[in-house]
């Protein structure tokens, strides 16, 4: 019986506690959690989505490096005098046989 009087009291406790005049009362509170409980969300989302654009970001400038390099080492393989001669040949162009001259202007004293 006095098992059943203790927890009827904590029943009523617990009822006054959460009253309709005591939720009134601290409703600006509610409200004020509330918003923060949105903005604390909001942020979360905001960020995942900051790290999804840093992580696109990061990928794609990986790929534009090994497009840089490949364009690069095609570049320097297209360059060399053998690729070139080879090029200027369909233009009917041929390497000279005799080194150039080199001309040197003489001084006035």
Request: glycine residues 2%; charged residues 25%; aromatic residues 10%.
């Amino acid at each position: 019986m006095e098992k059943e009087v203790k927890i009827k009291k904590r029943i009523f406790v617990i009822k006054d506690l959460f009253s309709y005049r005591w939720i009134l009362n601290n409703l600006v509170f509610f409200l004020f959690v509330a918003f923060l409980t949105v903005l604390y969300i909001a942020n979360g989302h905001e960020a995942d989505k900051m790290i999804r654009d840093v992580n696109a970001t990061t990928k794609n400038i990986k790929d534009l490096k090994f497009e840089f390099k490949t364009l690069k080492s095609e570049e320097i393989s297209r360059s060399r005098q053998a690729q070139v001669v080879q090029a200027a040949s369909s233009l009917g162009l041929k390497m000279p046989m005799q080194p150039p001259v080199h001309i040197t202007a003489a001084t006035a004293k």
